[in-house]
């Protein structure tokens, strides 16, 4: 990706993006800037904008530094490839080849000059029919249409894509083997790693973890990673918690009344919770009254991943009947056994209302929603001494030169840097 990194000023470069790595380099007049962070490392990835109007930027943060990127031609684009790449670094998910052939061809186009005979390459948009770990599952991709089968052996034929002549399967065939697998038989067994069937009942082969089935719409609340596991995070926040309780205490909030979980009618688990829930706006009612419907989505896995839509509505402020808001939970265990919680919200109307009216209740919605999660993240920090992020800040301007020897020596320092530009003009 073509972009810019600020530091003193704008350095523009090339972004390398590899499964490991985020990489930046730049080379302007034989002054070379180099960046390499490990995706584990990184702590969040935000899209910001330049000089706060622009949309055309990406913040990269670690424990130590944040790494400001700019001038993305697709912003977009490049922010749901790095974290897509970010989020299976962090669970220790390898990308599939022909996903990532697939990023490759939306960022250069499709002509690009490969073939089935290059090294390593695999056109993703050709029918061919994949092994998917040790339930034998062959998902078939094409460009029209994604079936999934059942199998528990595949054979040499319907590994070949379509059109493959058998020479050309004779030479992935000898790629595979030159790679370390067997010699396939009759049949190719469906589990290709290097790990026997023992070693995979120990450690839980990641690949396989479950994945959330949400489309993870609305406005993003919280985005963050939390050295908790991942069922502590969630009895912490879903059961009747000596923290949820103390949090709850210190907003004022009365009446509080945890549900049981029971199976609905769905089959999937589901709980309500009643509270009523202190407000501070300075005219109006001083307090709603809140009805909370929890429910657990069904792929949720205990250990691996907790997946909660709750359905909140209120009682006893103006428009109530009006509107009602929608939560989305997604706590997911990462392969260091922290866990990657993330909230989204949204919205939603019962039936037409005014224009200023909605803005109204938007307005007051929001707010009161990220101070809640705001103040949530905050208290789950206190609750296991987990230090804040630091806040963004601006640099400090320089101050101008006060006296007459300041002017002179800040004259003499833009002298020798031009100088030294003008004999970097003369070696090229």
Not at 171 to 193: C, N
Not at 224 to 240: A, G, H
Not at 404 to 409: E, G, V, Y
Request: proline content about 4%.
């Amino acid at each position: 990706y073509s972009c810019a990194l600020q530091k003193d000023i704008l350095v523009h470069g090339r972004l390398y993006v590899s499964q490991n790595f985020l990489c930046f380099y730049a080379n302007i007049f034989r002054w070379e800037t180099s960046l390499s962070i490990k995706w584990k490392d990184v702590t969040s990835i935000t899209k910001e904008k330049t000089a706060r109007v622009i949309p055309n930027a990406i913040l990269v943060c670690t424990d130590s530094d944040k790494h400001f990127l700019t001038s993305f031609a697709t912003r977009d684009k490049a922010y749901l490839m790095l974290f897509r790449v970010w989020q299976n670094a962090l669970m220790d998910k390898q990308m599939q080849p022909q996903e990532m052939w697939q990023w490759v061809h939306n960022c250069y186009g499709d002509e690009l000059g490969l073939t089935s005979d290059d090294e390593d390459y695999i056109d993703p948009y050709e029918d061919r029919e994949f092994i998917k770990g040790n339930q034998g599952d062959k998902l078939k991709l094409s460009t029209d249409s994604v079936s999934e089968t059942s199998s528990d052996q595949a054979p040499i034929g319907n590994i070949l894509g379509k059109g493959e002549s058998s020479s050309m399967g004779q030479k992935r065939l000898q790629k595979g083997l030159r790679r370390g697998e067997d010699t396939p038989s009759k049949h190719i067994p469906t589990d290709m790693s290097d790990t026997s069937d023992s070693e995979q009942d120990k450690n839980m082969d990641l690949t396989e973890q479950p994945e959330c089935t949400s489309m993870h719409e609305g406005r993003q609340m919280i985005h963050t990673i939390l050295p908790i596991n991942v069922d502590i995070l969630f009895n912490l926040l879903f059961s009747k918690s000596k923290f949820l309780e103390n949090f709850h205490e210190g907003r004022k909030t009365t009446n509080m009344i945890h549900g049981d979980w029971i199976i609905n009618e769905e089959g999937l688990k589901q709980r309500t919770v009643t509270l009523t829930v202190a407000l501070a706006q300075p005219v109006g009612p001083k307090s709603t009254d809140v009805t909370e419907i929890q429910t657990l989505r069904e792929c949720s896995h205990s250990g691996q991943l907790y997946s909660v839509d709750i359905h909140s509505s209120n009682a006893g402020i103006p428009y109530a009947d009006s509107f009602y808001a929608t939560m989305h939970y997604c706590l997911v265990r990462t392969v260091d056994d922290h866990t990657m919680f993330s909230v989204h919200a949204q919205i939603k109307y019962k039936k037409s209302v005014w224009g200023f009216v909605k803005g109204f209740i938007e307005k007051n919605t929001w707010n009161g929603l990220e101070d809640f999660y705001t103040a949530l993240v905050r208290a789950l920090q206190n609750e296991y001494c987990i230090p804040p992020a630091k806040a963004k800040g601006r640099r400090p301007r320089r101050d101008p030169p006060k006296s007459h020897d300041d002017w002179i020596k800040l004259m003499q320092q833009q002298e020798a840097l031009h100088s030294a530009e003008m004999a970097g003009y003369a070696v090229l």
